[in-house]
């Protein structure tokens, strides 16, 4: 059973930036892709962006241009760099692996964009 685990979510004022952590007790390259999802209150569990087993990536169109996913196979890490965050960005960060049908995920981390 892989476990997946994230940090670096926090409290931060509109405009601000955040780095997300995905640290992965198996290699990342085993997966046929990891992603990043979000839930916000009252809302249901959508992806943010992901990132294939060769390296391509896709954002939602809210994140797109402020949003970067990108990994580290020597630390088996996925990375979500967030840029001129917005409120409506406040939301419980999943990361999420996937391998044929099978998904794992993380227990999540809070982000919180407010002033």
């Known amino acids: 059973q892989v476990q997946l685990v994230e940090s670096g979510g926090g409290l931060v004022q509109p405009g601000g930036s955040l780095r997300l952590s995905c640290a992965v007790s198996?290699?990342?390259?085993?997966?046929?892709?990891m992603g990043w999802y979000r839930q916000a209150p009252g809302k249901q569990r959508e992806p943010v962006a992901i990132?294939?087993?060769?390296?391509?990536?896709g954002y939602a169109d809210s994140v797109k241009g402020r949003v970067t996913i990108s990994r580290d196979g020597a630390k088996n890490t996925v990375y979500l760099q967030m840029n001129s965050l917005k409120p409506e960005d406040t939301a419980v960060y999943y990361c999420?692996?996937?391998?044929?049908?099978?998904?794992?995920w993380g227990p999540g981390t809070q982000v919180t964009v407010s002033s």
């Open positions: 999420n692996a996937v391998l044929g049908r099978h998904d794992d």
């Open positions: 990132i294939t087993r060769s390296g391509n990536t």
């Open positions: 198996g290699s990342i390259f085993s997966f046929d892709r």
